[in-house]
């Protein structure tokens, strides 16, 4: 009985910890903000397909990231080269800034009428994939959410 009694004790206290220290950081007493959130899509372009892969992406994929810019869905988005240390490695990154976390709530659904106005229907949309899967492999992919120090 003493034993439960000291337990529920326990769970309490550490129960009002975790509260105090949330009262704590929501109090403004963090030494950063959080900014905007970027994600990133690690790609691997197929032997010989790198140009081919660039020309996709200077089309409907520059299209439709310029598209999303101007509709504020998107703050920015950007094509980096990468050296690879190995052939599991992806040579290109692919990144896409929000504003914040809540800016990729119902992403889909934002960005289905410049899906169609971009490559003309959906289906048009998913064909369009299919084929860039020829060109190339995604190897991975990260969000990361930037901490501005106050």
């Known amino acids: ?49 790198f140009d081919e892969y660039m020309t996709y992406l200077a089309g409907n994929y520059q299209r439709s990231m310029e598209e999303q810019k101007k509709a504020g869905i998107i703050l920015d988005y950007g094509i980096y080269a990468a050296e690879q240390r190995n052939e599991h490695d992806p040579d290109l990154m692919l990144t896409v800034t929000y504003a914040n976390m809540a800016a990729l709530d119902n992403l889909d659904e934002k960005t289905r009428a410049i899906t169609a106005k971009v490559w003309g229907s959906r289906q048009a949309s998913t064909a369009a994939a299919i084929d860039r899967g020829k060109l190339r492999k995604e190897v991975g992919g990260q969000t990361l959410r930037k901490l501005i120090l106050k």
């Open 1 to 49: 009985m003493k034993f439960q009694k000291y337990l529920l004790t326990a769970v309490a206290l550490i129960a009002l910890g975790g509260f105090a220290q949330r009262s704590h950081a929501q109090a403004g007493d963090l030494s950063y903000t959080e900014g905007p959130v970027v994600t990133i899509s690690y790609i691997r372009t197929e032997p010989g397909r």
